[in-house]
């Protein structure tokens, strides 16, 4: 469980993260319109701005992804655990009747 929880912290420190990155674009936009820095600065450095979203964007959906895998995982075993509790009662009840009619036999 403890891998699912760290996998959900840290989807939720990039998405924090983006947050402030566009948080950063909208500065640089103000400061464009206010005529402190040039538009060729301003798209060279919401560009790069723009390459580190898309790069924790990408890494977030792995993560996603990952997540998603590991609950799948912990699902399935989960359903095997239930199928061996069930195929052993289902066994203990068979070995019961084979049981009660050798009896029943004698």
């Not at 206010?34 to 560009?47: L, P």
């Not at 959906?61 to 075993?77: D, F, P």
Request: proline share 0%.
């Amino acid at each position: 469980m403890s891998f699912i929880n760290r996998l959900k912290r840290n989807i939720k420190k990039l998405e924090k993260n983006i947050e402030k990155e566009h948080e950063k674009i909208e500065k640089l936009e103000e400061k464009c319109e206010n005529h402190k820095i040039t538009k060729g600065e301003f798209n060279v450095k919401k560009r790069h701005i723009e390459e580190k979203i898309r790069a924790m964007d990408s890494r977030m959906r792995v993560l996603q992804g990952g997540l998603t895998r590991e609950k799948r995982h912990l699902e399935e075993k989960a359903e095997e655990k239930q199928e061996k509790k069930e195929e052993k009662a289902r066994k203990k009840e068979e070995r019961k009747q084979r049981e009660k009619r050798f009896l029943e036999n004698t």
